[in-house]
Nanobody, 116 residues
């Protein structure tokens, strides 16, 4: 059974930092592209950052220079380091893994709230 389990969300003040982690079970992790998406109330789910099997990560313009995605294939884990958080970063953050084809998996999401 495939599971993507996110952790690390919470409440943080503007300008603060959080680190999200996603542990993947049941897949050969290094075969997958992995990424982080987010969805705020009333908005569509959007890509935050994505790292391919091989190659350079990509980021949404709104988070460039503040967020860093990294993967550890030995641990089946992808992380998102978020610095300089803003209230507009408040959303549910989802981990995603796909092969670029038909196989795609999602985590259950973790809430990030940026507020003073």
């Amino acid at each position: 059974q495939v599971q993507l389990v996110e952790s690390g969300g919470g409440l943080v003040q503007p300008g603060g930092s959080l680190r999200l982690s996603c542990l993947a079970n049941g897949i050969t992790f290094n075969f997958y592209h992995v990424g982080w998406y987010r969805q705020a109330p009333g908005n569509q789910r959007e890509l935050v950052a994505r790292t391919p099997r091989v190659g350079t990560p990509t980021y949404a313009d709104s988070v460039k220079g503040r967020f860093t995605i990294s993967r550890d294939n030995a641990k089946n884990m992808v992380s998102l380091q978020m610095n300089g958080l803003k209230p507009e970063d408040t959303a549910v953050y989802f981990c995603e893994a796909d092969t670029g084809g038909r196989q795609e998996y999602w985590g259950q999401g973790t809430q990030v709230t940026v507020s003073s």
